[in-house]
Antibody, heavy 118, light 105 residues
Framework: EVQLVQSGAQVRKPGESLNISCQSSGYRFTSAWIGWVRQMPGKGLEWVAIIYPGDSDTKYNPSLQGQVTISVDNSINTAYLQWTSLKASDTAIYYC????????????WGPGTRVTVS | DIQMTQSPSSLSASVGDRVTITCRASQNIDTYLNWYQQKAGKAPKFLIHAASTLQRGVPSRFSGSGSGTDFTLTISSLEPEDFATYYCQQTTRLPLTFGGGTKVE
């Protein structure tokens, strides 16, 4: 069974940096895309980015590209989402997801990491 | 970007009702359409992919249909645990985009 364990809630000030994580188990980490979906307060779902751990190929939502960085550490089956300079508009819940190709659906979701920038 | 428009944005229903939610894509997405259910305070749950294929373990009262630009999610007989927000998602082209959601209350 796939399990996604995300890091805990974070509170930061604008301009600060942040790194949130998602450790996965129950499947071969390097053989599936993993990524992030965000949900701003009271809003819908928005795809952020995905990465293929096998070769570190990355895809970003153009609306967020340059503002976040997705990465992985294959030695510990963990994906990361990083900010170098947070903005108030980054306040959201960030869900770690497994992205299945070729259909493209997200069939496993982590519990979410709440990020508050204030 | 491909825009996904869901309607209605919310609906009121009772246990046992038949519920239909529609999702329209701004361009042809073939059947690259998925549905998710999100309960309050929880992560979304994957329900249907390829417009009509139920994920393992999803009750058969859920069904999906459509192709091209128009899609529907139907719950044949609403159960108490089905009160939630439902999202459609297209995966034919990046960026992957979701509909705005339909709250069933």
């Amino acid at each position: 069974e796939v399990q996604l364990v995300q890091s805990g809630a974070q509170v930061r000030k604008p301009g600060e940096s942040l790194n949130i994580s998602c450790q996965s188990s129950g499947y071969r980490f390097t053989s599936a895309w993993i990524g992030w979906v965000r949900q701003m307060p009271g809003k819908g779902l928005e795809w952020v980015a995905i990465i293929y751990p096998g070769d570190s190929d990355t895809k970003y939502n153009p609306s967020l590209q340059g503002q976040v960085t997705i990465s992985v550490d294959n030695s510990i089956n963990t994906a990361y989402l990083q900010w170098t300079s947070l903005k108030a508009s980054d306040t959201a819940i960030y869900y770690c997801v497994i992205h299945r190709v070729p259909s493209g659906y997200f069939d496993s979701w982590g519990p979410g990491t709440r990020v508050t920038v204030s | 970007d491909i825009q996904m428009t869901q309607s209605p944005s919310s609906l009121s229903a009772s246990v046992g009702d038949r519920v239909t939610i529609t999702c329209r894509a701004s361009q042809n997405i073939d059947t690259y359409l998925n549905w998710y259910q999100q309960k309050a305070g929880k992560a979304p749950k994957f329900l249907i992919h390829a417009a009509s294929t139920l994920q393992r373990g999803v009750p058969s009262r859920f069904s999906g249909s459509g192709s091209g630009t128009d899609f529907t999610l139907t719950i044949s007989s609403l159960e108490p645990e089905d009160f939630a927000t439902y999202y459609c998602q297209q995966t034919t082209r990046l960026p992957l985009t979701f509909g705005g959601g339909t709250k069933v209350e």
